[in-house]
């Protein structure tokens, strides 16, 4: 015989409190911060996310939420402090950011959209871009494995569809090409170094 258990009370919602203060956005900023690394355009996104979680309880209790653009204002100053206090770095977070997806495998082109989702600037992320995309597409031709990682040798058609997942990827014909007829062992030392630096 089993024990029936007892209904869990209802969660009690959390209630809104004052609206956020530049302090209370400090504090959530370096919270965030000491967790993931962030541009000033995320950091802001994040800190605005946070007061609309406010206004939406302070609204469900009946509170005013006319300070509600004011509160909006802090979050993209708290943000500014942030980057003029050295711990928010776009430039920083472009140069890593480009250097992971890059030995996944993602093209310039898929690296320059990510970053500007992320709110760098054209200009940084343009100089964070990797110089050249032969690695990358090796790391993707490895993830795939086509080209110099193929089981077999591949047939005309087999090559074809390499060369639009490629081409979907963003990489360009010339690039996409070189990748596919590397030998397996120079893709192979491509790789390796690109991983250790």
Not at 18 to 41: D, I, M, V
């Amino acid at each position: 015989m089993t024990k029936e258990r007892p209904p869990r009370p209802a969660r009690q919602p959390i209630p809104a409190g004052p609206a956020p203060g530049e302090a209370r956005l400090r504090e959530a900023a370096l919270a965030h911060l000491a967790r993931f690394a962030a541009t000033e355009q995320g950091l802001r996104r994040v800190l605005e996310r946070r007061i609309d979680r406010w206004a939406r309880r302070a609204e469900a209790e009946g509170q005013d939420i006319s300070g509600l653009a004011a509160a909006r204002a802090l979050a993209a100053q708290v943000a500014r402090q942030m980057v003029a206090l050295g711990a928010v770095d776009d430039a920083a977070f472009a140069a890593a950011r480009a250097r992971r997806l890059a030995r996944a495998g993602r093209s310039r082109r898929a690296i320059a959209a990510h970053l500007a989702g992320k709110g760098v600037a054209r200009e940084v992320a343009s100089a964070a871009l990797p110089e050249e995309e032969l690695n990358a597409a090796l790391a993707q031709c490895r993830r795939r494995r086509t080209g110099p990682f193929a089981v077999e040798p591949m047939a005309r058609e087999a090559r074809l569809k390499a060369l639009a997942a490629l081409a979907r990827a963003g990489f360009g014909r010339d690039v996409s090409e070189q990748a596919l007829d590397m030998p397996r062992e120079e893709a192979e030392e491509r790789l390796a170094a690109l991983r250790q630096g």
